[in-house]
């Protein structure tokens, strides 16, 4: 742990040497192996710049410099940097862990799971996870639950790297802050998968992987364009805090970004910014004369018990005893993502929803244009009954050390 202005300054060195080499072979063809680099195109929060036998990640999430040194360099013996600008990691990763722990899922196994990383994750700071291979592993033993809660960070910093994604906590120098919820829209969280692949050099495929979602999420959001008729049906996306009876309107803008791109309408901005007061009978009135607009409701209300909430539990929640002007309720659109559930309350709205973008447009696209034809994965409708499924480890039907193969739903 040591943080030298000399070290730093020849990092900087070393970055500008990267630069003007870029420069030369820019162009010509020189020394760049193509196919084995990333080029970050939509996501805001990382960015990677190539040099011979390293790589550098800026990653805006903690202001720090990655430096990924390949093994096979001289320098991955002799350097080692922790300051407060730049981490040095060698790679590929020989092992690594994941702080899973967290209210809303911890990092998001499902990116390592689609480049076929999970063979070197030694260690999980929480089993709530919702990937049944992870979980296969755990209950194996070769994955284990490491102590968060250690001082010394000495669990921790056994491995390569430790990636988190809560930032709000003490780091030592193999701390990798992977935060994909950071950006603001569905595709911006799922290219984060490339900034796995330069710490494990599967650029290729982590490249593949988002080429492929990104087309299908294109596609699929073309062919809701092309459905909607003269007015596109309205949205909206709702949460009901139990503990001051508040009822909000999501203001998160990847969900309003969803709702366009799968051909919906989210409610107005107006509306957004406003909580309602369910105790409140002059809140109600408004909140219920909004809801006479909407044609499809996301109801988003946290649960302990996602199995037990129904339609009956909205609809007390909301106040609602006389329908006649819900269309949400006439055409039966109330929805929730809470469809794939681990232990109990761990979703993989979380996890693999965020690697796999496409398939939550996909769902979002047949519940604003049914056809009947195509099973959701992440959102169910408690208008219809639609029950939970439980992640459980004997769901892992594959060699978990193997790619999770990504699901593209027809399209076109
Ligand atoms: C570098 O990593 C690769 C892949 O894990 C491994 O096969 C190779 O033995 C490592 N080389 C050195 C010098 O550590
Ligand atoms: C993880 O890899 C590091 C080298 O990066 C090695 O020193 C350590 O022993 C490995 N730990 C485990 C538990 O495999
Ligand atoms: C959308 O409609 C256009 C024009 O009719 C058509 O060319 C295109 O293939 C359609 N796209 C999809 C994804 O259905
Ligand atoms: C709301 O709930 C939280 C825990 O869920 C609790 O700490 C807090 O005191 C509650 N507030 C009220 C006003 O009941
Ligand atoms: C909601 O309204 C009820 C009844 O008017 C009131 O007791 C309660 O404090 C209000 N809650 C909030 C969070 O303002
Ligand atoms: C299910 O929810 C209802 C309220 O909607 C509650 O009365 C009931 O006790 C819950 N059942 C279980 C098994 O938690
Ligand atoms: C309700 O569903 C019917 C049939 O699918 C459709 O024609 C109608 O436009 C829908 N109404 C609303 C308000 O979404
Ligand atoms: C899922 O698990 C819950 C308990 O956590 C149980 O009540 C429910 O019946 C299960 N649902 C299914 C579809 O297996
Ligand atoms: C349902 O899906 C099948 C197979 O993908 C397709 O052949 C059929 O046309 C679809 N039906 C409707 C109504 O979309």
Known sequence: MSSSHGSRSLVLLMLALWCMLARESNGASNNVR????????????????YGQTFKVIKNAIDGKSYLLIQNTSR???????????????????????????????????????????????????????????????FEAGEVVKLDKGDQQGQVLSQFAAHFISNTD????????????????????????????????????????????VKASYTCLSQMAANKTK????????????????MWSFTKESYKLKFIEDAGGENIDKSINKVTYNAS????????????????????????????????????????VEDNSCFAFLTNQSIWRYDKRVSQGTTLDWYDGAIS??????????????????????????????????????????RDASLPLVPIFPACG
């Open 75 to 137: 320098m991955a013996v002799r350097t080692k940097y922790c300051t407060l600008r730049i981490k040095s990691f060698v790679i590929p990763l020989l092992n690594y862990s994941l702080d899973t722990q967290s209210s809303q899922g911890g990092v998001p196994v499902s990116f390592f799971e689609l480049l076929g990383l999970l063979g070197s994750l030694k260690g999980i700071t929480s089993d709530a996870v919702a990937s049944p291979c992870v979980l296969k592993l």
């Open 280 to 319: 409140d009978p002059d809140d109600l009135e408004a909140i219920h004369a909004i809801l006479c607009t909407v044609d499809a409701v996301i109801d988003e209300t946290r649960s302990s018990d996602p199995q037990n909430y129904t339609q009956t539990t909205f609809l007390e929640n909301i106040g």
């Open 34 to 49: 193509v196919g084995s680099i990333s080029k970050v195109d939509d996501a805001e929060n990382f960015h990677i710049y």
């Open 356 to 397: 796999q973008p496409n398939l939550v447009l996909a769902d979002i696209v047949e519940a604003l244009f049914p056809t009947g034809n195509y099973t959701t994965s992440y959102f169910r409708n408690i208008a219809k009954g639609e029950g939970v499924i439980n992640i459980s480890s004997d769901m892992c039907d």
């Open 169 to 212: 906590q003490p780091q030592t120098c193999n701390f990798a802050n992977f935060f994909p919820l950071s950006e603001s829209t569905p595709l911006q969280r799922a290219e984060w998968i490339k900034f796995l692949g330069a710490f494990t050099n599967l650029e290729t495929k982590a490249n593949q992987v988002y080429d492929a």
């Open 230 to 245: 003269s007015f596109k049906p309205i949205v909206a996306w709702m949460e009901y805090e139990k503990n001051g009876s």
